[in-house]
Nanobody, 117 residues
Framework: QVQLQESGPGLVKPSQTLSLTCTVS??????????WSWIRQTPGKGLEWIGY???????YYNPSLKARTSISRDTSKNQFTLQLSSVTPEDTAVYYC?????????WGQGTPVTVSS
């Protein structure tokens, strides 16, 4: 059974960088052909896909967020990390990590992040 768990600060100040880590258990993030994703949910926009890091280490980002997004991984810890820079209150959301093949099949429980001074 694959399990994902998000961790990181729940409050970030405007213009700072949001950083979240997803720890995966029950499966390796280097196993083909899975894509390890970040997704967020806001009251106004619903679910929004942020990007992923593939089993190979390649990354792909939502074009609307690409300029501010970086996803990396630590294979020794079986973790992958989201960094979203220059945040504004519009980045306030519940952030999820998920395993994606054709569609997301395993999700973390989600972590709320508020952007506020």
């Amino acid at each position: 059974q694959v399990q994902l768990q998000e961790s990181g600060p729940g409050l970030v100040k405007p213009s700072q960088t949001l950083s979240l880590t997803c720890t995966v258990s029950g499966g390796s993030i280097t196993t083909a052909y899975y894509y390890w994703s970040w997704i967020r949910q806001t009251p106004g926009k619903g679910l929004e896909w942020i990007g992923y890091i593939a089993y190979s280490g390649s990354t792909y980002y939502n074009p609307s967020l690409k300029a501010r997004t970086s996803i990396s991984r630590d294979t020794s810890k079986n973790q992958f990390t989201l960094q979203l820079s220059s945040v504004t209150p519009e980045d306030t959301a519940v952030y999820y990590c998920a395993r994606l093949q054709v569609e997301p099949d395993y999700w973390g429980q989600g972590t709320p992040v508020t952007v506020s001074s």
